[in-house]
């Protein structure tokens, strides 16, 4: 990033308290009071219907999502719950230029894209949750997903300059309840969660809740079968009037079978099955447990100022076998294998310090957050791969239990180190009763060692960074708010090139300008923006060696809209739409200028409707539809392979026969759409589902 982004943005940012002209209004301002009525709803708590009011993912702070100036997506988990999806990537759909990439064989969310740049980043509240290989997020603790659009390292330090994904995880509430989920669907998938939430004394001073699921799961795809027992107890404990102690846990013990997808012979489905599996079924499963433990600890010094020092620890072990795909070969209906053995582990403890508070200065009113995060993250990484003549199958007619290879092995075999400490700095500032502003700065020094014992070789690398954050909001009306801000982003580069160096680490500054809007009576809410995000210092992998290069600068541009909320009593909705010019601009002879980057579609848009039964025999009950459109994306980075465009319909209706019984059915892929749903190349393509039902019962006990 240039001295001159970084003193743009802090100039629009000083600007902004220098200019008298904001000045001139001196009369008290109040920010947001937090009412104490039933009507409000808390940044971590349930969501009624699909329209999320207030948000603290944008901020770490609790603020009205009106009052934000920038743009954030939040998928409350009702609409999982309505799409009977157990799937992250399902709701984030309707974020927004939200595109999926490679996701590990479903063993982890590991890399999709926000606004044209991937990225493998995830968060759990405000802690990151996706260093290593962790197992994909469970819905049966998920409260809500939130989706920050543009870069956001100023508040959460390094990261991908397209966006920022944050799961709310569930809490321990006021009221007891027990729900229990169970649901039976195509090729043999079965599902049960169990939500417990208990208080633990009568004045509900301490709050527990335990959430559990079990899965057992047969696919669509040939000899492929996921297993997962996920438990997740919390546990709140308000001290004393001022003193609030929050404890968090979960536990995961994943198996799945690792599929890399289908091969496109000559770019096209060309008469392979989507169906078909080119692994081998007696390489056993892929094991990732997880575990993890995080606690909060709020003090309200006084009526204006809290204290909040929190910590989070999680480690994880992946292992097992597979058999993986490599090109087509010149005969066109056999592809050679490679077998590989993994074995990683992983370590992460992180540590935020936070002070927030409320004060007048000048006239205006400020909402002021100081916060500190220092990290300490260890990896071990072997992947093994075992030589042995092709080892090849047949993409038509596949023939299994060959044996296995038996000759001479290689691969990587490293330990990583990362440690890092930050200091950030945010303020909201009222203005006048239809300004704000927001300015955020956050200092991060960043220390990375890798030992490559394959190599007998040593990288360590060093980085100071400075990231930045300006944006304005201005209230037209009471329904109608325009804004825009700047922000830069930093992240250092992982892994090793080809010669065994560090590379130097990723740089993006994003612009965005944009229009929100209440309609309905404050019933329906909708984001329309602009923005453009340049980054420089990107990495794209080499199918041919399987390292990394540093392939230059690329550049994004364009709109998203989205749209949640009550159209009326009857009718909730939630939808998004987006156009992504996104493109390589400074390229190699692999991956060159003007490429189109791997897996973004210029026009993606997603719309879900459900009515609900007011009245007689059917109230509570409902009937919905919801479309996903995919435009034409780049299905190998520098590659002329493309994925065709393709579109969905799926139909839910749930019956409540009684204030605690409801039966649900959902009918997907109504159409039996045959569509490709995400690539690495031409011979790792994952097929979307066909068509494919789910009947779920839900019992409130």
Partial sequence: MSSRTMVSVAGLAFGLLADPVFAEDSSPLELDAISVTSDYESPTGPVKGYRATRSSSATKTDTALRDIPQSISVIPASVLKDLGSNS?????????????????????????????????????????????????????????????????????????????????TKKPQPEAFTT??????????????????????????????????????????????????????????????????????????????????????????????????????????????????QAALEHQLNDAWKLRLASHYKEGKLWGVASEARPLNANGHTVNRRYRERDNDWHDSITQLELRGLF???????????????????????????????????????????????????????????????????DQIVFTDKLRGMLGARIEHFQQSIDDHTRSATSRQKHDALTQRAGLLYQLTPEVGVFANASTSFKPNNGLDATGKSFDPEEGVGYEVGIKTELFDNRLSSTLAAFRIDKENVLALDPGTDTSRAMGKARSQGFDLQVAGQVSDAVRVIGAFAYIDAEVTKGDKVIPTGSRILGVARRSGSLLGVYEFQKGRLRGSDLGAAFTYVGDRSGEAGADFELPAYQTVDLLAHYKASDNVTVGLNLNNLFDEKYFERSYSNYWVNPGEPRNFTVSLTLNL
């Fill in 88 to 168: 992250v990537e399902r709701a984030l759909d309707f974020a927004g230029g939200v595109s999926k990439q490679n996701n590990f064989s479903g063993l982890t969310l590991y890399e999709y894209s926000v606004r044209g740049f991937t990225t493998s980043e995830f968060y759990k509240d405000g802690f990151s949750a996706n260093r290593g290989y962790p197992s994909t997020p469970d819905v049966a603790n998920i409260e809500r997903i939130e989706v920050l659009k543009g870069p956001a390292a100023s508040l959460y330090g390094r990261g991908d300059p397209g966006g920022t994904v944050n799961i709310v």
């Fill in 180 to 293: 229990l989920q169970t649901s039976a669907g195509s090729q043999d998938r079965y599902r049960t969660a169990l939500d417990i939430n208990t208080p633990l004394d009568d004045d509900g001073h301490v709050l527990s809740r335990v959430n559990l699921a079990v899965e057992d799961n047969h696919s669509f795809r040939d000899h492929v079968e996921s297993r997962r027992v996920f438990v997740a107890p919390s546990f709140s404990w308000q001290l004393n009037p001022d003193t609030h102690l929050l404890v968090e846990s979960e536990f995961v013990r994943h198996s799945s079978t690792f599929d890399r997808g289908i091969v496109a012979p000559n770019n096209t489905w060309s008469g392979v099955s989507r169906s078909t599996f080119l692994g081998e079924p007696n390489d056993g499963d892929i094991d990732n447990h997880n575990n993890s433990l």
């Fill in 360 to 426: 007048d200065l000048g006239g205006w009113q400020h909402e002021l957050l100081i916060g500190s995060e220092y990290e300490n993250y260890r990896k071990n990484e072997r992947v093994t791969t075992i030589a042995g003549g092709g080892y090849a199958i047949d993409i038509y007619q596949p023939v299994y239990g060959q044996p296995k290879p038996n000759g001479a092995r290689s691969g990587t075999d490293f330990f990583e180190h990362v440690e890092s400490q930050a200091l950030n700095v945010q």
